[in-house]
């Protein structure tokens, strides 16, 4: 529905009233903006819709415009007094009820203030909370077919001011978007809490969100990312991220031999036949693996040293592999 409410014929300055010739006519016309790389271009080469109605009281029109995917539309509203003299408005509509936001799996979505070595899993700081989703979500017709870029001005300069669509949705200007969303909403919760509120992302072209939750050890945050396109589609996806900083902790090292704790050995036979006992322990994270050496301390020389798997391991022990 198209509505043109008014519109006038204005007494020219200094003259009576009856020198103003009253509107005649009102005119529609649509045309398509095909999309572009660059600046978009109405196409006036052709009409798809054009339509004249006489003044009257009626002051809206209903296009019937239909299309199997997206299209943009410039429509010109051109007014004409008894006199002959013309004025004309434009304005855009984007058609689309097919278009969808999906993810583009090969892009990341992640915890980019998070440990790499952790696959962006485990922050080891308490500093900011930072979530990246750079080119994740997406509106495949937009990536492809881009519709919202600046418009080319009228060519004839007829259409400024006003009359010009500077403002709205589609602004001739250009809408700011990514692959034609235009919004970003986050929320977060911690641990097993419920989410906060969605807050808008500031800016959307950055794709990035930061925060400072003053965090802990040992809390787990789950973000929530919805994107909202041109047209109201939106999308929901999660990542979570675990906090710890702290090393882990290594208690009670000895050497076992024959039952017996020590931690001295009089000669080489003797640490053949001796075992490294040690508590290790993270009580946020986790144990992965214990790397572990055997040397001279005098000198720094290491002379022996290895890895030790600690999944699912409830008591760590080990033969030293010295003689």
Not at 41 to 54: E, G, L, W
Not at 246 to 262: A, V
């Amino acid at each position: 529905m198209v509505q043109f409410n008014g519109w006038v014929d204005p007494v020219p300055s200094g003259g009576a009233s009856k020198t103003a010739s009253t509107i005649e006519s009102y005119q529609i016309t649509v045309n398509e903006v095909p999309p572009s790389n660059g600046t978009l271009k109405v196409d006036y080469t052709k009409s798809i819709y054009t339509r004249r109605v006489p003044k009257s009281d009626m002051h809206e029109m209903e296009l019937n415009l239909t299309s199997n995917s997206p299209r943009l539309y410039c429509i010109t509203l051109e007014v004409k007094d008894v006199a002959d003299n013309v004025g004309q408005s434009r304005r855009f509509m984007l058609f689309d009820n097919t278009s969808f936001i999906e993810t583009w799996k090969e892009n990341s979505y992640k915890f980019d203030s998070a440990s790499p070595e952790t696959n962006f899993t485990w922050q080891t700081h308490h500093n900011d909370i930072c979530l990246n989703w750079k080119n994740y979500f997406i509106n495949m017709f937009y990536l492809k077919n881009e519709l919202l870029n600046k418009i080319e001005s009228e060519p004839h300069g007829q259409i400024t001011g006003v009359y010009e669509q500077t403002t709205g949705l589609l602004p001739v200007g250009g809408t700011p978007n990514v692959h034609g969303i235009i919004q970003y909403f986050v929320s977060w919760k911690l641990n097993n809490g419920a989410f906060t509120e969605e807050q808008l992302v500031p800016n959307v072209l950055n794709q990035r969100f930061c925060t400072n939750l003053n965090v802990a050890d040992g809390q787990t945050y789950t973000f929530n990312i919805r994107p909202v396109d041109i047209v109201d589609n939106t999308f929901n996806e999660s990542r979570t991220v675990y906090i710890d900083r702290s090393p882990p902790h290594i208690n009670n090292i000895w050497l076992k031999k024959d039952g017996y704790e020590m931690l001295y050995v009089h000669n080489s036979t003797d640490l053949s036949k001796m075992q490294m006992t040690f508590d290790a322990l993270d009580p946020h994270s986790g144990l992965q693996n214990i790397k572990w050496e055997f040397g001279i301390a005098d000198t720094s020389t290491a002379l022996t040293s290895g890895y030790l798997s600690v999944v699912q391991t409830t008591n760590v022990s080990f033969i030293l592999p010295f003689v």
